[in-house]
């Protein structure tokens, strides 16, 4: 008797698991748009991303330069407080972790000419970067 249950417990747990990973994973955008002329209103949903390299990201700045592929050239995709920044486990990273030529897939959205970053999923974990400092000190007897 107890071990249906929890077997029950145990599978609705992977049950939720799945569906949080699958939700999260997706990036629908909603675009409406209405024609001046007829005034119909039309709404269209639809899901954008890219994989490539990052090539540059300066922290000050409200944009990083973005590479499709080898060949292409950078192109800019401009970014908010809202965007998120995963690594490959899905754990949200600080912008700290975005180096040049770091490979990504990036979710995003155009607004007008501006193509808008909702997610950055990093490609490679974060390189840890320590700081160790060595302080030596002489004292003379005598």
Known sequence: MKQTRLVKILAAGVACAAALGIALGQETTTTTT???VTGTTTTQATTTSTAGTI???TPDSDYFMFRTAPSAAPARYYYTRDTAILDPEGRTVTWSAIRPDMPAT???TTVG???LVRKVVLSQPPAVIKHEETTTTT????
Request: aromatic fraction near 18%; charged fraction near 25%; charge should be neutral.
């Open 34 to 36: 209405t024609d001046p």
């Open 106 to 108: 990036i979710y995003y």
């Open 55 to 57: 090539v540059t990201y």
């Open 113 to 115: 000419d501006r193509v």
């Open 139 to 142: 004292t003379t007897r005598p």
